[in-house]
């Protein structure tokens, strides 16, 4: 297991945008239909805006329809962690970077077949890293 990334609330502040702050540290959520990467298409890595974790590959993601970028699974399980979360008033599971612990999203039991389940991630929440065309 690798280390945590711990930073204090200031060097957050100064690598985040408020944004991006606001979800992945005070467990925030973008605008549906809003993030960059709801509709992108490009082959790669979508890897953590806060600690560069590589998080999920753009073969497993998938259009739900929700408007954030949704994906069948992680691109390693270790590189995720999950938590209860009962804001709102309803109960889901969310979906948190195991280095940095970045709120990413939630992940919910109505994906396709393949796996059963949805991560729905914030846009904002990752970096994306194209797949090299000489591979």
Same mark, same amino acid.
């Given at each position: 297991?690798?280390? !945590?990334? !711990? !930073?204090?609330?200031?060097?957050?502040?100064? %690598?985040?945008?408020?944004?991006?702050?606001?979800?992945?540290?005070?467990?925030?959520?973008?605008?549906? +239909?809003?993030?960059?990467?709801?509709?992108?298409?490009?082959?790669?890595?979508?890897?953590?805006?806060?600690?560069?974790?590589?998080?999920?590959?753009?073969?497993?993601?998938?259009?739900?329809?929700?408007?954030?970028?949704? +994906?069948?699974?992680?691109?390693?399980?270790?590189? %995720?962690?999950?938590?209860?979360?009962?804001?709102?008033?309803?109960?889901?599971?969310?979906?948190?970077?195991?280095?940095?612990?970045?709120?990413?999203?939630?992940? +919910?039991?109505?994906?396709?077949?393949?796996?059963?389940?949805?991560?729905? %991630?914030?846009?904002?929440?990752?970096? +994306?890293?194209?797949?090299?065309?000489?591979?």
């Amino acid at each position: 297991m690798s280390e !945590k990334v !711990k !930073k204090t609330e200031e060097e957050w502040r100064e %690598i985040l945008t408020e944004e991006q702050h606001y979800v992945t540290r005070q467990k925030g959520t973008e605008r549906p +239909f809003t993030g960059q990467y709801n509709d992108h298409k490009e082959q790669g890595v979508y890897k953590c805006v806060g600690c560069g974790k590589e998080l999920f590959r753009s073969d497993k993601k998938f259009e739900s329809g929700t408007g954030w970028p949704s +994906f069948t699974e992680p691109a390693n399980q270790g590189h %995720i962690s999950t938590e209860a979360d009962g804001s709102l008033g309803m109960m889901r599971t969310e979906v948190l970077c195991s280095s940095c612990d970045a709120h990413l999203g939630h992940v +919910f039991p109505d994906g396709p077949n393949s796996t059963g389940l949805r991560y729905c %991630i914030n846009s904002c929440a990752l970096d +994306f890293e194209k797949e090299d065309d000489n591979d």
